[in-house]
């Protein structure tokens, strides 16, 4: 197992402290550190879809208004 050092203001470690009271704090920081390690990846897959997206969309032709009311239309028959 690793040991990590950071820095932290004394407010932020008070309330921690505070807050988890009673609790293996080493414990507390991995699964914090692991949820922020996944919103990060989520945050990234984000990204990358709406790139995706916008990239599909440059290569497409615009449609207009009246054939998509036109293929609405033609479902419904």
């Known amino acids: 197992m690793a040991t990590v050092n950071y820095s932290v203001p004394d407010e932020i ?16 920081i991995a699964e914090l550190m692991m949820e922020a390690v996944e919103r990060a990846a ?3 897959r ?3 879809a709406i790139a995706n997206i916008l990239a599909r969309r ?4 615009p449609v207009t208004e009246e ?4 293929a609405r239309e033609e479902l419904r028959s």
Do not use: C, L, M, P
């Open 13 to 28: 470690k008070d309330a921690f402290n505070a807050a988890y009271q009673g609790q293996n704090k080493s414990a507390v």
């Open 67 to 70: 054939e998509i009311r036109a």
């Open 46 to 48: 984000h990204r990358e």
């Open 58 to 61: 440059a290569e497409t032709e």
């Open 42 to 44: 989520r945050k990234q």
